[in-house]
């Protein structure tokens, strides 16, 4: 049984969609972000940088994994699934990984900040993270007019990206013209493991058509960038 420490965010979901596809049972734990559980001594204890997902594998002595694309490789290679073994496509598979997690990832993160939760709305900082959100959306698409995947099949490389490149609206990128990407996220869409795994710990409205929804929540976010 793995237990999974998560919160509704496109990382907190990378885990639970990967689990979801793996078909691994295991339990939901979680985080509350707004009060700070994420920075408990219990929790620090299997994730010392206090940041969500985690997961704590009861079948491999309470092993506890922490960083979302780590834990992604480690349920990958714990079922021998989602991540080939063979040296070019287990580099491929990583290589996008890596890519959504050194790029995607953090440039929408900054995105959400500068334009959803920082109190000082600063425009050279928002252009700045959303045209990289952007640039980094055209080398995604440009792979996908080569390739139905990231890499040579379906793999954790795909889930990592579509996690976060989903909440495209929320981050004030546009997908205008990217023919490739807007096909490939609506296959992922219907895979009912992605479906499932979105909905991980709770289902949360679609905060871009919710003006009060998203101004609550742009408002609890900021407590969570300062902490």
Do not use: H
């Not at 109190?119 to 952007?134: F, G, L, T, V």
């Not at 996908?144 to 990128?173: H, M, P, Q």
Request: aromatic share 10%.
């Amino acid at each position: 049984m793995i237990d999974l420490y998560t919160a509704p965010t496109p990382n907190g979901w990378k885990a639970s969609v990967t689990l979801e596809e793996l078909d691994l049972p295991y339990k939901v734990c979680a985080i509350d972000l707004m009060r700070g559980e994420q920075k408990t001594p219990e929790f620090l204890k299997i994730n010392p940088n206090g940041r969500i997902p985690a997961i704590v594998d009861r079948d491999a002595d309470d092993l506890a994994i922490f960083e979302s694309g780590a834990l992604m490789i480690y349920l990958a290679e714990k079922t021998g699934r989602l991540l080939p073994s063979e040296t070019g496509p287990r580099a491929r598979v990583l290589s996008w990984l890596m890519f959504q997690m050194g790029g995607v990832g953090p440039m929408m993160g900054q995105a959400n900040v500068f334009s959803r939760y920082f109190p000082e709305k600063i425009q050279a900082a928002i252009d700045r993270y959303q045209n990289e959100s952007r640039r980094l959306f055209e080398v995604l698409d440009g792979r996908l007019g080569e390739s139905e995947w990231l890499a040579d099949d379906y793999s954790i490389a795909d889930i990592a990206n579509w996690c976060w490149v989903r909440t495209y609206k929320w981050s004030g990128v546009s997908i205008d013209g990217l023919a490739n990407l807007r096909r490939w996220l609506d296959v992922m869409k219907e895979r009912p493991a992605c479906r499932r795994g979105v909905e991980v710990p709770v289902k949360i409205p679609n905060l871009t058509q919710d003006t009060k929804g998203a101004e609550q929540f742009a408002k609890n976010a900021q407590t969570i960038v300062q902490r």
